[in-house]
Every structure is written in structure tokens, then in C-alpha cells.
């Protein structure tokens, strides 16, 4: 029931205008097939791109997880953990970093118009910090990243260094 609940929140909560995602990932109880465990531990993640969604977001994970307990007499403790911050690029540099793969790539094979995206990235700690860029290398025709089904491709790792070597040569130049 509690994870039902949490999978609505975004549904009946957010503005259909701005986006957030709750994915309950993980679920953990017991030990045996025949014994009903006393504990469980729900596991997930929860994203937006505005921080109004965020506290939305955070205050109605606390009021379903302890609410829905209490509803089946039992008790909940709701850890909300606040981690990765939105992945957000800042404009010179993303422009920059643009304009170096269009350079090793050809600019038709160089997408700039992106729409925003909900993974959670360390790197998004260092945008908080410095200015800078996060840039997608093509993989070709296969799942994303964290799926099961992902394959890294051997092929984009030339393309890869290349781009970065021009960066680097570009931006400090000897």
C-alpha cells in the first residue's frame, strides 16, 4: 500500500506543469519464506527540477510512509534524504563544450536543444561548486545507463578522447 501511495504522489500532488519522479527501487523484508518479517526497508529515489516540487516531493513521502502505516496499525519512520542536486549547465561553458564536439564530430551530429534530464550525477556536485558542462557521448542503439540491458560501446571511446583532448588543447592552449 505504501508504495501504491507513493507512486500517486506525483500524480495528485505536482502541477501537471512541472515535473518530479518517485521511483521506489528497492524493497527489503525478512529472511525467510515462511515467517512474516516484523521490519521492511523501502528504498528509492525522488527527483524534480524545480525545488517547490522537491519540498512537495519530500513532505508528502513523510505523511504516506507514516500515514499509511499508522493506517494498518503499525509505524513508519520516513528518512528523506536530500543528495544529488539537479545536473544544471552553465551557459559559456555548455556553449563551449558544444562547439569543441561539433568540431571532432561535425555540428549535424551535435545535439544542443536537449530537454532536461532526471538522473541523479555526482558531477552535479562540482556545476553547484564551479561553472561548467555535463555532455552525453553517443552510445549508438542501446539502453540507458543503470538499466540491466545497457551495453557499453567500445566503439565511442576514440570519439570520446578525442573530444577531450581538444578541449583540453582548446582551453589551455600550450
Known amino acids: 500500500h505504501t508504495i501504491v501511495a507513493l ?10 506543469l512541472k515535473s518530479g519522479i518517485i521511483s521506489m ?3 527489503h523484508a525478512g529472511n525467510a519464506g515462511n515467517v512474516i518479517p516484523a521490519t521492511a526497508e523501502l528504498t528509492g529515489t525522488a527527483r524534480s527540477l524545480d525545488p517547490d516540487v522537491r519540498d512537495q516531493l519530500e513532505q508528502r513521502f513523510v505523511e504516506i ?39 571532432v564530430v561535425g555540428a549535424a551530429n551535435v ?27 553517443g552510445n549508438g542503439d542501446t539502453a540507458n545507463v543503470h538499466h540491466p540491458a545497457y551495453n557499453f ?9 578525442s573530444y577531450w583532448a581538444r578541449l583540453v588543447e582548446t582551453a589551455m592552449p600550450a
Open 7 to 16: 507512486q500517486s504522489i506525483v500524480a495528485r500532488t505536482i502541477d501537471p
Open 153 to 161: 560501446n567500445d566503439d565511442a571511446i576514440p570519439v570520446g578522447v
Open 65 to 103: 510512509c507514516e500515514g499509511t502505516a499508522r493506517m494498518f496499525g503499525a509505524s513508519a519512520t520516513a528518512t528523506y534524504k536530500r543528495d544529488y542536486p539537479i545536473t544544471s549547465n552553465h551557459p559559456r561553458q555548455t556553449e563551449f563544450a558544444a562547439s569543441i564536439a561539433s568540431q
Open 111 to 137: 545535439e544542443t536543444d536537449l530537454a532536461p534530464v532526471m538522473g541523479g550525477e555526482d558531477f552535479s556536485f562540482m556545476l553547484e561548486a564551479r561553472p561548467g558542462a555535463f555532455i552525453f557521448v
Open 25 to 27: 527501487c528497492m524493497f
